[in-house]
Each structure stands twice: as structure tokens, then as C-alpha cells.
């Protein structure tokens, strides 16, 4: 694939959706990110936060590809993709937008918005709700935090997650207690120093929470079911 196919497949994020019909007017709305939007919602594991939102009736679950999965991109060489394709991580985010504006224009999703992330979905799901005041929450699972930590971005400059964007939101991340791949230490940074930033603008009580579990999977980088399940059961309860 050259660089031009290459761009028109990443620009093209909106994918289907799961939950109840269209037809039925705007519902809260969870936005799930992590490989391309048909894995995110439809391939297991990596869909077992969305099967469990499906027990409840009130909401809808919408995905974007993330940059270097779709159709076309081998979704194992993501991370070097990014690496070598850094301008359209840092678009995605401008591009979700505005498809979160198209889907609210449509009738589709109430103003009740909450992103739901894993690895590095969990990364660019807390770049986007630090840049839109649309979104209220989100939960990571065994999220990607400092894109540095990973060997494929090693001496290749990089873009942070401003923490005094986030200060307003409610934020919880799961991680293992071993995980070599994004870093527990990074999560747990996180929370911690975005805490303290809350605190010191004022609220009292910072809605940012770490949930550490036994490592599984390889470097310590999977996310059992039950975890998949406590995040969803959070989400739900922010949307109700």
C-alpha cells in the first residue's frame, strides 16, 4: 500500500456501531477504541468490554479504525505504523471529532458521552476527551500512557497527554500489576500526578481511579474478563 491509500484509509474513521436501532432516536453513547473499528467491536477478546455493555438497553457502542488498522493494514506492525506515520495519530483526534459532531447531528447520540479504551486505544481516547468538553469520562484498560516507553518510539519525538485538559473529567484505568509493555509505573504516574493536579485547582474529591490486577498475557499487557466487565458496569453507571 503507498502513502496516499495509506492516508484516505486512516481518514476514514466512522465505522457500525452495537445497540439498539438507529431509528430509535439519540442514547448515551460509549466510544470504543481499539484496533480498527470492526475488531474493536466484533472480534474477541479485544470486544469483550462491548458484548458486556450490551446488557443494557440505554446506550450505544460506535467505534473509529484507529491509525494503522482498517482494512488493508496489518494491525500486528500498528505501533511502527505510528512510528513512521506520527501526523495521523496526532489528526485522529480532530477527525473523531468531528465524526462525534456528525453522529450527534444525525440523531444517533444524546450528549452523554464516555470513551472506553484498551492499549492504545486507551492513549487516544484520553488525547480526544482532553480535547472535547463533549466527553465526561473514560475508562483505559491496560492503557498505553507514555508512547516513549514503547521500543518502537524510542529517540522519535512523540506527543504527551496534557493532564490540566482532564482535570474536569471522571477517569478510571485498569493495568496489571506487571505490565512491560505500556508500563504499570506509567499508569500509576498518571493518576497520581493528575490527582494532584485536581486538587490543587481546587476539587476536593478527583474523580481519577487506578485498578491494579494480576498480570496475564504476554509481557503482562492482557485484561481479563472479569476487568473488562467492572469497566463496563462503571460506564454504564456514569451513563445512567
Known amino acids: 500500500m503507498d ?32 484496533l480498527s473499528a470492526e475488531d474493536s467491536l466484533n472480534l474477541d477478546p479485544f470486544n469483550q468490554p462491548v458484548n458486556a455493555l450490551m446488557n443494557y438497553s440505554n446506550l450505544r457502542v460506535f467505534s473509529f479504525d484507529l491509525p494503522g488498522h482498517g482494512k488493508g493494514l496489518n494491525k500486528m506492525k500498528a505501533m511502527s505504523y505510528w512510528a513512521a506515520h506520527f501526523e495521523e495519530v496526532n489528526s485522529f483526534v480532530e477527525k473523531a471529532k468531528e465524526d462525534i459532531t456528525s453522529l450527534i447531528n444525525k440523531g444517533y447520540i444524546s450528549d452523554q458521552i464516555i470513551i472506553a479504551g484498551l492499549s492504545r486505544g486507551g492513549y487516544l481516547g484520553l488525547q480526544l476527551a482532553a480535547h472535547d468538553s463533549r466527553i465526561k469520562a473514560v475508562c483505559g484498560f491496560a492503557p498505553l500512557i507514555k508512547l516513549e516507553s514503547l521500543e518502537e518510539f524510542k529517540n522519535i519525538p512523540s506527543s504527551s497527554i496534557d493532564l490540566n485538559l482532564l482535570v474536569d473529567k471522571s477517569i ?66 456514569k451513563l445512567s
Not at 27 to 32: E, H, K, N
Not at 183 to 194: Q, V, Y
Not at 211 to 225: L, V
Open 3 to 34: 502513502r496516499n491509500t495509506a492516508m484516505q484509509v486512516a481518514m476514514s474513521l466512522l465505522s457500525d456501531f452495537r445497540g439498539p436501532s438507529l431509528d430509535k432516536g439519540p442514547l448515551p453513547a460509549v466510544i470504543y477504541l481499539a
Open 172 to 237: 478510571r484505568l485498569y493495568i496489571g500489576n506487571h505490565d512491560t509493555r505500556v508500563g504499570t509505573e506509567n499508569a500509576h504516574d498518571f493518576i497520581r500526578d493528575l490527582t494532584k493536579i485536581s486538587l490543587d485547582r481546587g476539587i476536593r474529591s478527583p474523580q481519577t481511579e487506578l485498578i491494579i490486577y494480576p498480570s496475564i498475557g504476554f509481557k503482562g499487557h492482557g485484561t481479563p474478563q472479569e476487568i473488562f466487565e467492572s469497566g463496563a458496569d462503571w460506564i454504564a453507571a
